[in-house]
């Protein structure tokens, strides 16, 4: 396996369209928290490979692809995601409606869309290809919120057993975008889905109710939630089941 020299620090390269396998998490740097390797390439098998070792992609248009896995892991425990009392009162009149998986592209597209505080994104077009690639193979999904016909907020990313990785999310109206969460969190916990995985600490996770989770046990909770059965049926059925439900206790 080549080394890319980083400092005085070096990191494996993957082959493109290779099969050389991600080194061990416990290698991936300190600083900058997580980078493991460098290469490769965005292909379904790879994808679900990392996921399953608690490896995610990340990186800038004119970078390499980069591999992460940090230490520690942001993740929601799904039945603790925080509900403000703000929050609970629009719930109550809000008349949104949500369904799962029935606008990836476009759920993806919006999360990739330039925001005030980040006017470019990590979103590239490869990784658009890739990741509606998944869903097509029944491997990533979405969950749109919808104020009439228009999409005001969503959120996609990665099922594997009973294992969700989340990838992104937005909202283009007030609280869209906690709706989504909110939404999908209710009904990964009735799938016994336990926990979400949310990548990176930040402090907006954390008001949401995301915590940080030491690397070692988030692996071994993937290796252990992964190998278990997904959901019988599609998303967009199982989840148009639930959604009366979801939210009606918040």
Request: glycine share 6%.
């Amino acid at each position: 396996m080549e080394l890319l020299a980083v400092g005085m620090i070096r990191i494996p390269i993957l082959e493109r369209h290779g099969t050389t396998a991600f080194p061990p998490v416990c290698d991936a740097l300190a600083e900058p928290n997580g980078l493991l390797a460098v290469g490769g390439d965005l292909s379904s098998a790879r994808l679900l490979d990392a996921y399953r070792h608690g490896i995610f992609p990340w990186y800038s248009r004119d970078e390499p692809i980069l591999w992460w896995s940090p230490d520690p892991r942001m993740v929601f425990p799904t039945d603790r995601v925080h509900v403000s009392r703000t929050l609970r009162r629009f719930l109550r009149d809000c008349a949104w409606t949500i369904h799962a998986d029935t606008a990836f592209a476009d759920v993806v597209r919006a999360c990739a869309a330039p925001r005030p505080t980040q006017p470019t994104t990590w979103i590239t077009h490869d990784m658009f290809h890739a990741y509606c690639e998944l869903h097509r193979l029944g491997h990533a999904h979405s969950l749109e919120v919808h104020a009439g016909d228009e999409l005001v907020g969503g959120i996609y990313g990665v099922a594997i057993g009973r294992m969700f990785f989340g990838e992104s999310m937005f909202g283009t109206r007030t609280n869209a975008s906690k709706v989504a969460l909110l939404a999908l969190c209710r009904a990964l916990h009735q799938w016994q889905f336990p926990l979400l995985d949310a990548q990176m600490h930040s402090a907006h996770l954390v008001s949401l109710g995301a915590v940080d989770m030491p690397r070692e046990e988030f692996v071994r909770h993937v290796n252990e939630l992964a190998a278990l059965p997904a959901i019988i049926g599609s998303w967009r059925e199982a989840f148009a089941q639930k959604v009366a439900k979801t939210l009606a206790s918040t």
